[in-house]
T-cell receptor
Framework: ETGVTQSPTHLIKTRGQQVTLRCSSQ?????VSWYQQALGQGPQFIFQ???????GRGNFPPRFSGLQFPNYSSELNVNALELDDSALYLCASSLGEWYTEAFFGQGTRLTVV | SQQGEEDPQALSIQEGENATMNCSYKTSINNLQWYRQNSGRGLVHLIL?????REKHSGRLRVTLDTSKKSSSLLITASRAADTASYFC???????????FGKGTRLHILP
């Protein structure tokens, strides 16, 4: 079973508000990635952090930002929420090596109303 | 944009039959992974195949990779009701590179 935990599991926010999602990486993993998954679609890459530095970003606006902490846990922040931000947000941790798999948390279901 | 494209988009088979899903990608990769997702929750890693490997097995799963055709297949043998899920292929192009997912194949095992 994965050791990646995400909080909260569900969240309802109003358009224009800000939200912070949290992810605790699997022990020993130094890389964390965030994905947005709309209903019926595959996960879309938001960004990736390696040893507290962002080292990759997908096609998401700057109002999507993140942090990785010294213990390799991470936050995803979204400002000025829009209705289209409603999705499942997935966090994945890995060793950052190309030959290893990523372990996913159960996700945070964000609904923007 | 998404790198992998799974085919078919949806598949329904009888329990006990084999299920085959395909994935095509566009650029060179270092590895390709298959994941399963139940009911829109977290993804579960199934198998990783490196670019220098052609076939890999894990239990009832068999994955092939053809880098010349930029394609991979996932075979699930002797399917069970619990295999009902969405299956995604995901590619990674280089060290510390992001993992890019396809849109997935929705597999439904009929009793």
């Amino acid at each position: 079973e994965t050791g990646v935990t995400q909080s909260p599991t569900h969240l309802i926010k109003t358009r224009g508000q800000q939200v912070t999602l949290r992810c605790s990486s699997q022990s020993g993993h130094n890389t964390v990635s965030w994905y947005q998954q709309a209903l019926g679609q595959g996960p879309q890459f938001i960004f990736q952090y390696y040893r507290e530095e962002e080292n990759g970003r997908g096609n998401f606006p700057p109002r999507f930002s993140g942090l990785q902490f010294p213990n390799y846990s991470s936050e995803l922040n979204v400002n000025a929420l829009e209705l289209d931000d409603s999705a499942l947000y997935l966090c994945a941790s890995s060793l950052g090596e190309w030959y290893t798999e990523a372990f996913f948390g159960q996700g945070t279901r964000l609904t923007v109303v | 944009s998404q790198q992998g494209e799974e085919d078919p988009q949806a598949l329904s088979i009888q329990e006990g039959e084999n299920a085959t899903m395909n994935c095509s990608y566009k650029t060179s990769i270092n590895n390709l992974q298959w994941y399963r997702q139940n009911s829109g929750r977290g993804l579960v890693h199934l198998i990783l195949i490196r670019s220098n490997e052609r076939e890999k097995h894990s239990g009832r799963l068999r994955v092939t990779l053809d880098t010349s055709k930029k394609s991979s297949s996932l075979l699930i043998t002797a399917s069970r009701a619990a295999d009902t899920a969405s299956y995604f292929c995901a590619t990674s192009g280089s060290r510390d590179d992001k993992i890019i997912f396809g849109k997935g194949t929705r597999l439904h095992i009929l009793p």
